[in-house]
Nanobody, 125 residues
Framework: VQLQASGGGLVQAGGSLTLFCERS????????MGWFRQAPGKEREFVTG????????YYADSVKGRFTISRDNAKNTVNLQMNSLKPGDTAVYYC???????????????????WGQGTQVTVSS
């Protein structure tokens, strides 16, 4: 599974960015998808996830109300809309795929099978 993450960049605090995760080849529609981030010197953090059919979502407390994950299975894409960005959101963001499961999405990190390359998000104060 080849996952391509894009959309990162430099933005001022309070601004917005949209990240994109795409897969070439086979469909993403059977996978639960997630976004993770890793800031320098910190552990990788699970930010948000969405079930294979888009019916369930999960958000870390740190991003609730500011980030929105969505997917378009017809286009094989998963997006992350990030609003009201803070300097603390600065990190490399990774998309990831886990086999679709009825398990709660907060368990997604334990099931990740595929990772995309990271995309840098930098929020200036």
């Amino acid at each position: 599974v080849q996952l391509q993450a894009s959309g990162g960049g430099l933005v001022q605090a309070g601004g917005s960015l949209t990240l994109f995760c795409e897969r070439s080849g086979r469909t993403l529609s059977v996978y639960d998808m997630g976004w993770f981030r890793q800031a320098p010197g910190k552990e990788r953090e699970f930010v948000t996830g969405i079930s294979w059919n888009g019916g369930r979502t999960y958000y870390a407390d740190s991003v609730k109300g500011r980030f929105t994950i969505s997917r378009d299975n017809a286009k094989n894409t998963v997006n992350l809309q990030m609003n009201s960005l803070k300097p603390g959101d600065t990190a490399v963001y990774y998309c990831a795929a886990a086999p679709g499961s009825p398990q709660a999405l907060d368990m997604l990190p334990r099931r990740v099978q595929y990772w995309g390359q990271g995309t840098q998000v930098t929020v200036s104060s």
